[in-house]
């Protein structure tokens, strides 16, 4: 049987009301496991993770994003993240017996229907993506909501579903298939963003760094302190104790420290075995030797 | 519905024929889900773990040790593990709906059948003890097979099941009940034994360490190194990166390197997830943000 997972990402992080809503249609679905949603204040942004089989978690998700165009004005929200639309993205992970293309497709038709039915311009992106300037969610998603009446003007950007005008309180939504990821954050225990943004430079791909980080900066006012966010695009290629390392080694160069880290949304056993393995300098070790909590239940 | 996790030890770690005639009854049994099983030529012995339904687990590894009892002579038998039978130990270990009493009457039932139908003496041990002298394996274990025919001269190590008197070949066993352990070795760069046993010393409970730590130093004369060998008997109260940074710290006095570690059977999740978590300092971090393979298939 296949299973995708889904991780859409709402602009909404701090009224837990409005997120309840946004939720509900994704509780007790046949064939739809939502398995964990994690708001961010700073971020004003919640980020939730269901999974099961493919066609419910479509229509289950589909409601989502209808409940959050209803709940989400775009025009007042303000968050410390890159967005564009009330739902900001939505990809699809082909987790069993289902192949990427099939995630693509599975992209394409929920993406499709969100133009139809909630007049919301649809872009794809990753695997799905129509052109590969669009592959990059942060292409896609440049300019933010703010930016969207400009970004429509140029027909480079026409939407892959719906018309080229932004829906006047949903903004845009990016679509897309992708591998799993970690997103993943390190707290650097300085305001300064300009050291979390040249931190961020020396540990991505993009300038030279890790291949499978994408990272940037951020600013954590409330604690005083900043962050570098990442995506960890295959941790099984780029470890997730790697860019741990990384960070406090570069932080040391300006006498920062690294605070400690942590984890939105859901992360793979593996990746995290991996890390222990790692610090344990764990000898003959293998996943198969992981007495995993579900097998006791 | 109850699951009991049964882990027997073996005293055979070198011939794969044998090691794989012992692990046959625990295959393809309705109700008994064979885990893992892990053989140590150093140890000359093989830790084996099953899962299952509690009667049918009972069933099966009744009949591996009969194997056991046909296939391992002791009188021929060498390891750096202590051992006093060809099945070593047996203990019970209440997973899910089952109580530590249970699991206790499950030790003295299957205790009661091999007395019987293979003539070797049983001792209780650890929840199961009879007495609290008993409830130490260590104890319990003393003089190891060559010190039997001592032992049993003693009126006061009289076996729980069986008579005072050792089987000619597998010597006796022991069996018990008691809650999930951790067996975690930690190697030293050095080939000097009591600098291991000194190191033992200062982590474990009975001289004065970490409440929930056994340990002691053993010889891996092949490669020149030595370990500090431990059961960590409640990995939620005393931790596996506690017990691994504790022993690099005692191992400085000497000039001596940790070179890594290992872990024997199987490891619940959670312990590594707990690693991972501290060594990468993870903020807002729990258990119900891993996602688990098992979930995936």
């Keep these: 049987m296949a299973i995708v997972q889904c991780v859409p990402n709402f602009s909404e992080g701090r009224d837990l009301d409005k997120i309840e809503k946004i939720v509900a249609p994704l509780r007790g679905k046949e064939g739809v496991k939502l398995l964990n949603y994690e708001a961010d204040k700073d971020y004003n942004r919640v980020v939730v993770t269901v999974i099961g089989e493919p066609k419910a978690v479509k229509n289950a998700v589909l409601e989502a994003i209808g409940v959050a165009k209803e709940v989400i004005d775009m025009n007042t929200h303000k968050g410390q993240h890159s967005r564009f639309g009330a739902t900001d993205v939505c990809p699809f992970i082909p987790i069993k017996d289902m192949t990427m293309d099939e995630a693509v497709e599975l992209a394409k038709e929920i993406g499709e229907e969100v133009s139809k039915l909630y007049d919301i311009p649809v872009f794809l992106y990753e695997s799905a993506a129509s052109k590969p300037e669009r592959e990059n969610l942060a292409k896609v998603r440049k300019g933010e909501y703010e930016g969207l009446d400009a970004k429509f003007e140029d027909p ?142």
């Design 156 to 297: 480079n950007w026409a939407p892959d579903f719906g018309l080229a005008k932004k829906h006047p309180t949903a903004g845009a939504i990016a679509i897309g298939a992708r591998k799993p990821l970690i997103a993943y954050n390190i707290n650097l225990d300085t305001p300064n963003i300009e050291i979390a943004s040249n931190i961020a430079k020396t540990i991505r791909q993009s300038s030279g760094g890790y291949r499978f980080i994408k990272a940037g900066p951020v600013e954590i006012p409330e604690r005083g302190i900043t962050q570098v966010t990442m995506n960890l695009t295959d941790y099984t290629k780029t470890a997730m104790y790697r860019a741990f390392e990384a960070v406090k080694m570069e932080a040391r160069r300006y006498g920062v420290n690294v605070m400690g880290s942590e984890i939105v949304g859901l992360c793979p056993m593996e990746a995290l075995v991996d890390c222990a393995s790692y610090y344990l300098g764990l000898e003959n070790f293998s996943l198969d030797k992981v007495l995993e909590t579900s097998l006791m239940e």
